[in-house]
C-alpha cells in the first residue's frame, strides 16, 4: 500500500493529495480529502497556503475551486466535530 511506504508521514502524503486533487480539480474527492487532512491534525490554515500554492503553481481557477470546496468541506467537519 503506497500510504504505508517509509520516507513521508501520514500528513505530508495527505497534503500531496490534496495539492494534487486541486490541481486537477477533482472536487468530490478533495471534500473527502480535505476532511480526512483535518481529521490527521492539518489545519485550516496549513491547507489555505497550500491553496495560495497551488495558484501559484498551477492557476488561480484550480486555487479557487480548492477554497470553495474547502469552504464546504470546513463547515461540515466542523458541523460534525460539535
Known amino acids: 500500500m503506497v500510504t504505508a511506504r517509509p520516507g513521508l508521514e501520514l500528513e505530508q502524503r495527505s497534503m500531496i493529495a490534496l495539492t494534487v486533487l486541486t490541481t ?3 472536487s468530490e474527492q478533495l471534500r ?3 476532511m480526512a487532512a483535518r481529521r490527521l491534525g492539518i489545519t485550516e490554515e496549513q491547507i489555505h497556503e ?3 500554492q497551488v495558484a501559484i503553481y ?3 481557477p484550480a486555487a479557487v475551486n480548492g477554497f470553495n470546496v474547502s469552504r464546504e468541506a470546513f463547515t461540515q467537519f466542523n458541523q460534525q466535530s460539535g
Open 24 to 26: 486537477l480539480g477533482r
Open 32 to 34: 473527502a480529502y480535505m
Open 50 to 52: 497550500l491553496l495560495m
Open 58 to 60: 498551477a492557476g488561480f
